[in-house]
């Protein structure tokens, strides 16, 4: 039987407060539940104090540039199509600099877990607006308020038909647990949004902000009907939605490959003289 502790107890360098605890112990919660054990799983982050979490679970990471665990997180699933890849980042890391990443990744649809603690501002570098930050956005380097639209990440997955995007928030744990459960099942790329209050840097969305908009999308919802996730995508303001607002069944980008149906590459032999032929001949 797996218990939490096997992921480890370690001290951390966030703010007392911040919502990645939260998502930290639902993450945890949820590894155990899906019967994993540290080393058959696989961490990528970039940069950004959502990033630094796999820092504090004792399983395999690689952590990389600002923006940049995308490529890597598919290069691993491509290397190794048995284990699975949990991608863990900020709202700055995945829709800002990593944005180009993050639209080709859910057209690939890579299998891959993609969970975004989503704080509506930059954290580590002390509070600049990202993309998701809401229009009128007062911060140091923005004074006079972001002139910029928010970017929706919920309704870009959903027009471009992403295999599985769910939505919750850091403060209801069990929600969290449940979706990132699902996510790590789906069999193609899986986008969890996490709305995360920043105690020290977004004073505007916080725990109780969030708490009073948030509601949970009702059983009779049908997340594979598109048209109807789009409105749901659209929602927010007064009404958040928390669920999962849409999924379907497209192939995940490994299953074109005849060479990774079986044995994953990192465990096939390589035929030397055969590499050694195909390297001379683009020489
Ligand atoms: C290419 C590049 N651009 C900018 C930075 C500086 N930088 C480091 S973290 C960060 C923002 C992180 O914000 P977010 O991804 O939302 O994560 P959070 O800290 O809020 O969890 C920035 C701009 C960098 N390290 N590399
Ligand atoms: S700056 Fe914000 S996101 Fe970073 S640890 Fe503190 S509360 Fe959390």
Not at 86 to 112: K, M, P, Q, S, W
Request: with cysteine; proline share 6%; hydrophobic share 40%.
């Amino acid at each position: 039987m797996l218990s939490e502790s096997i992921y480890g107890n370690y001290e951390t360098a966030w703010c007392p407060g911040c919502g990645n605890f939260r998502i930290l112990a639902a993450l945890k919660k949820a590894l155990v539940e899906s019967n994993l054990t540290p080393h058959e799983v696989i961490f990528v982050s970039g940069i950004g104090q959502a990033a630094k979490t796999p820092h504090y679970l004792n399983a395999n990471l690689f952590n990389g540039l600002h923006g940049r665990s995308l490529p890597v997180a598919t290069g691993c699933r491509l290397a190794n199509h048995q284990m699975p890849v949990i991608v863990e980042t900020g709202d700055g890391c995945t829709y800002g600099e990593g944005g180009n990443h993050f639209l080709a990744a859910i057209r690939r649809n890579i299998n891959i877990t993609l969970l975004v603690h989503n704080n509506q501002v930059y954290g580590l570098t002390k509070g600049q607006a990202s993309p998701t930050s809401d229009e009128g956005f007062i911060t140091k380097a923005q004074p006079h308020g972001v002139y910029a639209a928010a970017f929706n990440p919920i309704a870009v997955a959903v027009a471009l038909h992403a295999g599985f995007v769910a939505r919750s928030f850091a403060g209801f744990e069990d929600h969290l647990t449940e979706m990132i459960k699902q996510a790590i099942s789906h069999p193609g790329f899986a986008l969890v949004d996490i709305l995360q209050p920043c105690v020290s840097f977004n004073k505007v969305n916080t725990f109780a902000w969030y708490k009073n908009r948030c509601y949970r999308l009702p059983e009779t919802y049908d997340p594979t009907d598109w048209s109807a996730a789009i409105l749901k995508a659209n929602e927010w303001g007064d009404q958040i939605p928390l669920g999962v607002i849409s999924k379907n069944s497209r192939p995940p980008f490994e299953a074109h490959f005849d060479c990774l149906g079986h044995t994953p590459l990192a465990r096939q032999q390589v035929d030397k003289a055969k590499l050694k032929a195909f390297i001379t001949h683009y020489r």
